[in-house]
């Protein structure tokens, strides 16, 4: 099992930049795929960055070029670093670990509120 916490959201205004990061409650090493999601007001949960175990990334369209997914292994942290964010870019963001073993368990954190103002 492991626990999510996600952090470093808030108010920032277009074309700014923000660091989220999402610490673990145990090694991530061995986490299979660790991603960073999205929710807006009246919109279903998409994928916006995510990162496996073997140092492969994706990204959804919509961000390409402007955020970036890593991990450190020896923090137990993942980050999103999102540059050049747009008022579209509001919603809260959600960490997301899978973890392969018996069969595929996700674990969520409780979000962070991003909040980009025009």
């Known amino acids: 099992q492991v626990q999510l916490a996600e952090s470093g959201g808030g108010l920032v205004q277009a074309g700014g930049s923000l660091r989220l990061s999402c610490a673990a409650s145990r090694s991530i090493f061995s986490i299979n795929v660790i991603g960073w999601y999205r929710q807006a007001p009246g919109k279903q949960r998409e994928l916006v960055a995510a990162?496996?175990?073997?140092?492969?990334?994706n990204y959804a369209d919509s961000v390409k070029g402007r955020f970036t997914i890593s991990r450190d292994n020896l923090k137990n942290t993942a980050y999103l670093q999102m540059n050049s964010l747009k008022p579209e870019d509001t919603a809260v963001y959600y960490c997301?670990?899978?973890?392969?073993?018996?069969?595929?368990?996700?674990?969520w954190g409780r979000g962070t509120q991003v909040t980009v103002s025009s």
């Open positions: 990162t496996t175990s073997g140092g492969s990334t």
């Open positions: 997301n670990a899978k973890v392969t073993g018996a069969g595929l368990t996700n674990y």
